[in-house]
Every structure is written in C-alpha cells, then in structure tokens.
C-alpha cells in the first residue's frame, strides 16, 4: 500500500552532523492522512529503540540519547518526515529505520497501518 524511502545516511566523523530524510508514496492505495511519523535505531546485537516521533500536530518526543542533539521535522506536503542530527557520537551507529501510520484508501476502503523503511545505514566513526 505504502513505500517509505530513507537517505541521508552515511559516514561521518564523531561531531558531525547528518540529515536523514523518509519520504513515503502510495502503491496499491491512495494516502489519505498521516498521523505519527518516527525514527528508530537498532545496532548489532542490541534492540531496535525509538529515536523520535511526532505526531501530525507537530508534537515531538525523543530518545534520553538524543535529546539536545537530534531535531524531528515533517513536510506534510511532501508526506515526507526528516531528522536532523548534530554533535553524532559513535554511539550513534546503527540502522536508521522511518515508520509511519498511515490511513490510505484500498478498493474504496479506508485502512489504517503501520509501515516501515528499508532502513539507513549511520556510522559514526573517526
């Protein structure tokens, strides 16, 4: 029904910065409203943890980790959800993955679910 795409990732020393970007597009459906875009993270051998979210009011929450350093942003016009990360520690390394809750029209039915990325490669590392 939905496709999200990340990019953005990449390597970057410790104290750099990176912006990821998910946009996300109908496949089988048409995308009637997007309600709560986030980001999470997972590292080898440890448990995927949620990084921020917002909601469509623009209401934002962080991870303990990133709070003062990751900012969360959405362009609502281009159905697309972006975050800025500053000060990146190794630490920071991982999977990036976009997910989104998202109520499409399938066969003229409205359905609501939950989608997820492919993932983002983030490596920090000097």
């Known amino acids: 029904q939905v496709q999200l795409v990340e990019s953005g990732g990449g390597l970057v020393q410790p104290g750099g910065s990176l912006r990821l970007s998910c946009a996300a597009s109908?496949?089988?459906?048409?995308?009637?409203?997007?309600?709560?875009m986030g980001w999470y993270r997972q590292a080898p051998g440890k448990a995927r943890e949620l990084v921020a979210g917002i909601i469509s009011g623009d209401s934002t929450n962080y991870g303990d980790s990133v709070k003062g350093r990751f900012t969360i942003s959405r362009d609502n016009g281009k159905n697309t959800v972006y975050l800025q990360m500053n000060s990146l520690k190794p630490e920071d390394t991982g999977v990036y993955y976009c997910n989104a809750d998202i109520v499409t029209v399938v066969a003229g039915n409205s359905v609501r679910r939950s989608f997820w990325g492919q993932g983002t490669q983030v490596i920090v590392s000097s």
């Open positions: 109908g496949t089988s459906g048409i995308i009637i409203s997007i309600n709560t």
